[in-house]
Nanobody, 125 residues
Framework: QVQLVESGGGSVQVGDSLRLSCAAS????????MAWFRQYPGKEREFVSAVSWSDTTYYADAAKGRFTVSRDNGRNILYLQMNSLKPDDTAVYYCAADATEFSDVGRHANQYIYWGQGTQVTVSS
């Protein structure tokens, strides 16, 4: 059974940093695209960042220059380092994995079949 478990969320001040982790089990995703999405209350999930099977990284405009996605294939963990956090970053963050090996990275949630339960990030001014 595949499981993705996020951790690392919390409540921080403007300008602080957080590192989110997503531990995968039940399958190794080294040959799969993995992504981070976030969701505001009452809104659809929006793309934040992704990393391809070949370790190419992708970012939403809001994340460029502040967030860094990475993966540890040996430990089957996806990370999102978030720096210079802003109140607009307040959301529930989800990690996701594509079921298809060697697929291109997508920015739409419907590409990803496996999802974590989400971790809350709250940034206060």
């Amino acid at each position: 059974q595949v499981q993705l478990v996020e951790s690392g969320g919390g409540s921080v001040q403007v300008g602080d940093s957080l590192r989110l982790s997503c531990a995968a089990s039940g399958r190794n995703f080294r040959r799969h695209a993995m992504a981070w999405f976030r969701q505001y209350p009452g809104k659809e999930r929006e793309f934040v960042s992704a990393v391809s099977w070949s370790d190419t990284t992708y970012y939403a405009d809001a994340a460029k220059g502040r967030f860094t996605v990475s993966r540890d294939n040996g430990r089957n963990i996806l990370y999102l380092q978030m720096n210079s956090l802003k109140p607009d970053d307040t959301a529930v963050y989800y990690c996701a994995a594509d079921a298809t090996e060697f697929s291109d990275v997508g920015r739409h949630a419907n590409q990803y079949i496996y999802w974590g339960q989400g971790t809350q990030v709250t940034v206060s001014s």
